[in-house]
């Protein structure tokens, strides 16, 4: 409604200003350019001033074609405002108007959005400005490629040959190449260097450009490096890459031939792979390298290689270099030996064998081109340093596997061997004792012997009752082993029997059946001339069995007739029981200590006496008292060794201790 009511207002106003012939000033401000990489989004800003205010502006955008056609993009007037529908930025445009400042907005720019565009300002009456900015728009190329040219190139051409092309895609504006050998840029000379330079434009308006290096070479050109540098534009700023770096072949005549061993390095031996390697100074593509040994047929190569050589490839190898078209030949030669090891041949040879306490000898030869060294090894020890072994004194420990090891000491891994198994022969001998006593708990018990002797033993199993037991049997390396599983129902022997051509020999188990008992005994000790004290030991019988007697320590003495003996030790008699002393002299300690207490205690009672202290008092009392029965004495005997000792006499009385 407010647009409705004020539009005929504007037209009126217009009408007036026209007719009165009054007309504003309109300044535009536009940047000469605006610069940007392709996809990304462009702002191109129209900064405006008129006397009218911008409230009644009309703001038009307009591009140049490349064709240099203007056409209008954008129309914003002050009721109404849209994009022009028959332009390629229809739907990437858009206006943002903040008073006097007006940005054209184009999303995703391209290559060919590079155009001018045309900001103009119109005012309500006819005032009008415009202001123009070229929009820049930048595509970094690929990398650099180059191919340099696949064959040689003489040095003795009169014309320039191709050296290689190189080529950068895709970039805008178009990138600039140049060429380089080593470190200096390379510029045309007639007759001598000629660089061809093509664009190509592709169908996105990117360019290609391609360049085309050519040149007379010279022999030192075999060691340079060519390259090209491509130069190309980005926002503000000029920025440049490399190619890969190439060489190029060039061909020219030798003037010597050189041929050498390649591998192995140093001394050659027998089953190496020979290699042998030939170059001459030149390289010319006519040429043709023949290597050539003895009467063999020549190998048109720079390379020979022989695998798992002999001595019969020692000799003179020589290297031909052939111009075919100048009929030059040119040659150089090397001397090659082959060094050999025979294979060691051991005299006895295979095994042999030799009586128990006699005298072997054994020789280990190998024939060499070299000087050799030779070791005589038994299990993993070094016997002997000679090609001769001695044997002294023939023992069973002597026998086993001896190896004879020939090396040649100055080329590594030169080596050969041989084996001789020496057989020490004898009677069978026990390796261990032979006899062996054996206790257990179990109900089977595993058994094993092991004898020596040649020819090998043969081990069978025996009991005391004439068992035969049967049990496996291993060969060892000097001699022969057995292990057997015995039931143990009660003690036995066992007998491992060893035999051979020369003896036999027997090893003797006695296999002992422990079985776990504990006693508890009551005894009577009958009391003697000897007196028994704590902590003695005393030896008694049981009544089961009265050729068995038993240990332990007297703890405890009751006046019972009784005593308990628990976790007795069972022991041999070899005289008649009886009641031993232990510790007489803590006993006397002990002694002593009692008589003082019980004289402290009389001469207390004695004191209470006379003061009539103590009840029931009628007269004189004596203070001992009767004498006992002296038919039996009790001691009890306990394995508690805490206790304190007590010593009492026959009649109740205490005892000096007795000395026997």
């Known amino acids: 409604m407010v647009l409705r009511d004020t539009a005929p207002l504007l037209v009126g106003l217009v009408l007036f200003f026209h007719t009165l012939g009054v007309w504003s000033t309109v300044e535009v401000n536009m940047e000469d350019k605006v610069e940007l990489f392709a996809g990304e989004t462009a702002q ?61 907005i184009i999303r995703k720019v391209g290559v060919k959005d590079e155009v001018e565009f045309i900001c103009v300002i119109r005012t309500l009456t006819d005032g009008t400005g415009e202001g123009r900015t070229k929009l820049k728009v930048f595509v970094p190329p690929d990398l650099p490629s180059i191919d340099g040219v696949p064959t040689g190139i003489s040095d003795n051409e009169e014309n320039p040959s191709k050296i290689g092309s190189c080529e950068v895609k895709n970039g805008y504006p178009r990138p600039n190449i140049t060429w380089y050998r080593n470190t200096t840029p390379l510029r045309n000379a007639p007759g001598q260097l000629d660089m061809l330079t093509t664009v ?13 290096l050519k040149m007379i070479v010279k022999k030192e050109d075999k060691d340079a490096k060519f390259y090209c540098e491509v130069v190309y534009f980005v926002p503000g700023a000029t920025r440049m890459t490399e190619s890969p770096h190439i060489n190029i072949t060039v061909y020219y005549l030798p003037t010597a031939v050189d041929i050498w061993v390649e591998s192995p390095k140093g001394k050659i031996k027998e089953g190496d792979t020979l290699e042998l390697r030939c170059e001459d100074n030149g390289n010319y593509p006519s040429s043709v390298i023949t290597i050539k040994h003895s009467d063999d047929v020549p190998i048109e190569n720079t390379i020979m290689k022989r695998s798992n050589v002999t001595r019969s490839d020692s000799g003179v190898y020589e290297c031909i270099f052939e111009d075919i078209y100048n009929f030059k030949e040119i040659s150089g030669s090397t001397n090659v030996f082959v060094n050999y090891l025979d294979p060691a041949v051991i005299t006895p040879k295979d095994s042999t064998v030799v009586m128990e306490g006699e005298e072997l000898k054994a020789s280990c030869n190998a024939l060499s081109s070299l000087q050799t060294a030779t070791t005589w090894v038994k299990n993993e020890e070094v016997v002997s340093k000679n090609n ?12 086993g596997m001896y190896m004879c090891v020939v090396t040649v000491p100055e080329i590594e891994g030169m080596e050969t061997s041989g084996t001789l198994r020496v057989n020490v022969k004898g009677p069978p001998k026990i390796v261990g004792p032979d006899f062996q006593e054996v206790e257990t708990y179990e109900t089977t018990v595993n058994l094993s012997c092991s004898f020596r002797g040649f020819p090998v033993p ?22 022969a082993q057995s292990v057997v599983t015995v039931n143990v129902v009660s003690s036995v022997t066992a007998f491992c029997n060893a035999s051979n051509d020369l003896g036999t020999k027997v090893a003797v188990f006695n296999i002992k059946a422990i079985i776990n008992t504990t006693l508890t005994t009551t005894i009577t000790i009958t009391p003697s001339t000897n007196t028994t004290f704590l902590n003695d030991t005393v030896t008694h019988t049981t009544p089961t069995n009265p050729t068995t007697f038993f240990t332990d320590t007297v703890t405890h003495i009751t006046s019972t007739t009784k005593t308990t003996l628990s976790n007795d030790t069972v022991k041999t008699p070899t005289k008649s029981p009886n009641i031993k002393k232990e510790s007489k002299g803590f006993v006397i300690a002990v002694i002593i200590i009692c008589i003082l207490l019980l004289a402290v205690l009389g001469s207390v009672l004695y004191f209470l ?17 009767g004498k006992s029965s002296k038919d039996n004495i009790v001691v009890e005997m306990k394995s508690d060794n805490t206790e304190e000792a007590v010593l009492l006499g026959v009649n109740g009385e205490k005892q000096p201790p007795n000395d026997q």
């Open 458 to 479: 043969t081990i069978i199993w025996t009991t005391a009752d004439g068992k035969i037991l049967k049990a496996p049997q291993t060969v060892t390396e000097d001699g």
């Open 44 to 104: 191109i800003t129209c900064m405006f001033t008129t006397d009218e205010g911008p409230g009644g502006t009309t703001i038009q955008w307009f591009y140049v074609s490349r064709s240099g056609e203007k056409q209008r993009i954008y129309n914003k007037e002050p009721m109404q405002e849209a994009a022009e529908t028959s332009t390629p930025f229809k739907d990437r445009i858009s206006l943002n108007v903040n008073g006097t400042t007006a940005v054209l």
């Open 388 to 399: 001769i072994l001695v044997i002294k004194n023939a023992t069973f420990d002597m026998a």
């Open 609 to 625: 006496y006379k003061k009539g202290r103590i009840c029931g008092r009628s007269g004189k009392q004596d203070l001992t008292k």
């Open 200 to 212: 190509t434009s592709e169908s996105s308006g990117l360019f290609s450009v391609k360049s085309e």
